[in-house]
């Protein structure tokens, strides 16, 4: 059973966790919710179309403007306590790698932190453990925060994610996080080529066979844009498409930016199983 905040999420459910980038310069939405008000409608629109938790970012993954510690927390931690406010029971999830931001949206009513870089601060893990919420453990391949991979190689990348993620699960759990809070994200596109997150696509299942909770994010990624020759706002198509070769294959939680048509292929992957 997966437990985030109050809410449980059975087996072989399938949960949506809605996109909010509090960021002027996300590759997506160009800052279209970086303004406080527009990020909390966002929010507000995300629940109503049947997100089951909400994911609040305010750095940018992908190279940029600096954004120090202080910058971080003002994005996110007002934000967070105004979504626990109006929506007390949905999850609140913080895309963040910095044990500091994490401690301060604890605190302000986070559920989980979801570290997409790999766990490039193991404080993380302890945070999630003092105030016992759920921790999203990644492979970024070693990678420092906001770069992207250069002639990347694995000997097998599929191995490497999965020893890699397992190892930070294993770590969690003995310092305090409550197994039935941790997910393990294969983290496509981070520390990988387009090759690599094919290859983890295909083969998702030998992640899933490992008994943890698998979170996928590859709403509109670029290994989706380069296969398909799409720009990012033709991916919506093949967005869908890979998440319902993953949901197939056991992936519990969907990182998306598309609510409404997640939720629908979520329901078309389940009926056909």
């Given at each position: 059973?997966l437990?985030l905040?109050?809410?449980?999420?059975?087996?072989?459910?399938?949960?949506?966790?809605?996109?909010?980038n509090?960021?002027?310069?996300?590759?997506f939405d160009?800052?279209?919710?970086?303004?406080?008000?527009?990020?909390?409608?966002?929010?507000?629109t995300?629940v109503?179309?049947?997100?089951?938790?909400?994911?609040?970012?305010?750095?940018?993954a992908?190279p940029?403007?600096?954004?120090g510690?202080?910058?971080?927390?003002s994005r996110?931690?007002?934000?967070?306590?105004?979504?626990?406010e109006?929506?007390?029971?949905?999850?609140?999830?913080?895309?963040?790698?910095?044990?500091?931001?994490?401690d301060?949206?604890?605190q302000?009513?986070?559920?989980?932190?979801?570290?997409?870089?790999?766990?490039?601060d193991?404080?993380?893990?302890?945070?999630?453990?003092?105030?016992g919420?759920?921790?999203?453990?990644?492979?970024?391949?070693?990678?420092?925060?906001?770069?992207r991979?250069?002639?990347?190689?694995y000997?097998?990348?599929?191995?490497?994610?999965?020893?890699?993620?397992?190892?930070?699960?294993e770590?969690?759990?003995a310092?305090g996080?409550?197994?039935?809070?941790i997910?393990?994200d294969?983290?496509h596109?981070?520390?990988?080529?387009?090759?690599?997150?094919?290859?983890?696509?295909r083969r998702?299942g030998?992640l899933?066979?490992?008994?943890?909770?698998?979170?996928?994010?590859?709403?509109?990624?670029d290994f989706?844009?380069?296969?398909?020759?799409?720009?990012?706002p033709?991916r919506?198509?093949g967005?869908i498409?890979t998440?319902a070769?993953?949901?197939?294959?056991?992936?519990?939680?969907?990182?998306?930016?598309?609510?409404?048509?997640?939720?629908?292929?979520?329901?078309?992957?389940?009926?056909?199983?």
């Amino acid at each position: 059973m997966l437990r985030l905040g109050t809410r449980e999420f059975p087996p072989d459910s399938f949960g949506i966790m809605a996109v909010l980038n509090r960021t002027p310069d996300s590759f997506f939405d160009r800052g279209a919710t970086y303004g406080f008000d527009t990020a909390l409608d966002a929010a507000d629109t995300a629940v109503a179309e049947g997100a089951d938790i909400v994911d609040v970012g305010g750095v940018k993954a992908g190279p940029g403007d600096e954004v120090g510690v202080a910058e971080e927390i003002s994005r996110v931690a007002d934000l967070v306590a105004a979504i626990r406010e109006r929506h007390p029971t949905i999850p609140i999830s913080v895309d963040t790698w910095r044990c500091e931001v994490a401690d301060v949206v604890a605190q302000a009513g986070a559920d989980l932190i979801n570290d997409t870089w790999g766990g490039v601060d193991p404080r993380l893990a302890e945070v999630a453990a003092a105030y016992g919420i759920g921790l999203v453990c990644a492979h970024a391949g070693g990678l420092t925060p906001r770069t992207r991979p250069h002639r990347v190689a694995y000997d097998d990348v599929a191995e490497a994610m999965t020893s890699h993620v397992i190892a930070l699960a294993e770590r969690a759990v003995a310092v305090g996080v409550e197994p039935e809070r941790i997910l393990v994200d294969p983290a496509h596109d981070f520390g990988k080529n387009t090759w690599h997150s094919l290859e983890l696509t295909r083969r998702l299942g030998e992640l899933v066979t490992t008994g943890w909770p698998v979170l996928v994010a590859v709403s509109n990624k670029d290994f989706i844009g380069e296969t398909l020759g799409q720009p990012v706002p033709e991916r919506g198509v093949g967005t869908i498409a890979t998440l319902a070769v993953l949901a197939w294959q056991g992936a519990r939680v969907f990182r998306m930016h598309d609510v409404r048509s997640t939720r629908q292929a979520l329901a078309a992957v389940a009926a056909l199983r």
